[in-house]
């Protein structure tokens, strides 16, 4: 039988969400949990993985497990043995083909800044002092959506058959001393909104021109790319299913 894990973590204590030889990662910590409660091995997939230091608000996996389970009663022995930087929502009853990485149909990002210095957001936020004209990088955010090959945000050498993806949102919101980006498609390469974020910031500090952008993503180069933002300031907000 197939089970959905809803579940949220901070990621500054983690080398991302998956299980490395030598780097703790929130999938080993909750697949030995599991293992522990359920006395049996173990293996959870999830929607997608998050890098090092990056945030979950929302984030899907299921595992297999050929016994009944008393979903309420797992979640809470989870929530007592896990730390307090991993939190579990709810564990769902799915159908046997269901698929917590494949099945996402869209799945939603933001990018977090503050351009003030404050002591309680130093690992939540990124601290950015610079005037930027957001504006200008809201009118590069429209550009995205007339292009589906995002192989210039791409980390090099990664698994994938494909850089394409459909981004349904982007763009950036101001409040006081506060940015946030949000960004949503059906799917997202590996370092591909942190890519993103710095460029855009590289158009909001005029250095580069929304013809540059659009020059930018038809190379497919990632070296003609922005830089990478610090990857504490991004989170995992949202993921959507057809059937949940």
């Not at 595992?63 to 929502?89: H, M, Q, T």
Request: hydrophobic share 45%; net charge positive; aromatic share 12%.
């Amino acid at each position: 039988m197939r089970h959905f894990i809803h579940l949220a973590y901070k990621g500054t204590n983690y080398h991302g969400w998956q299980s490395q030889p030598n780097a703790i990662s929130v999938q080993e910590v909750l697949e030995k949990a599991l293992q522990i409660i359920l006395r049996k091995s173990i293996a959870i997939v999830a929607a997608g993985r998050t890098d090092a230091g990056v945030h979950a608000k929302e984030m899907y996996a299921h595992f297999d497990f050929d016994e009944i389970i008393d979903v309420e009663k797992l979640v809470k022995k989870l929530n007592s043995f896990l730390p307090k930087d991993i939190a579990i929502f709810k564990i769902i009853k799915v159908h046997d083909t269901a698929h917590a990485r494949f099945d996402a149909v869209k799945r939603t990002y933001q990018y977090h800044i503050h351009t003030q210095k404050n002591a309680f957001e130093c690992n939540d936020s990124w601290y950015f002092v610079q005037n930027i004209n957001i504006e200008k990088m809201n009118e590069a955010c429209k550009i995205l959506f007339a292009y589906t090959d995002f192989e210039c945000f791409s980390k090099i050498h990664t698994d994938v058959n494909t850089f394409d993806c459909k981004i349904y949102e982007a763009f950036w919101q101001q409040k006081e001393n506060q940015l946030v980006f949000t960004i949503a498609a059906d799917r997202f390469l590996r370092n591909m909104v942190r890519a993103i974020v710095g460029t855009l910031i590289n158009i909001g500090l005029e250095k580069v021109s929304l013809e540059d952008f659009k020059k930018i993503i038809e190379s497919k180069d990632r070296a003609k790319a922005g830089f990478s933002v610090p990857a504490h300031g991004l989170y995992l907000t949202k993921i959507e299913y057809a059937y949940l």
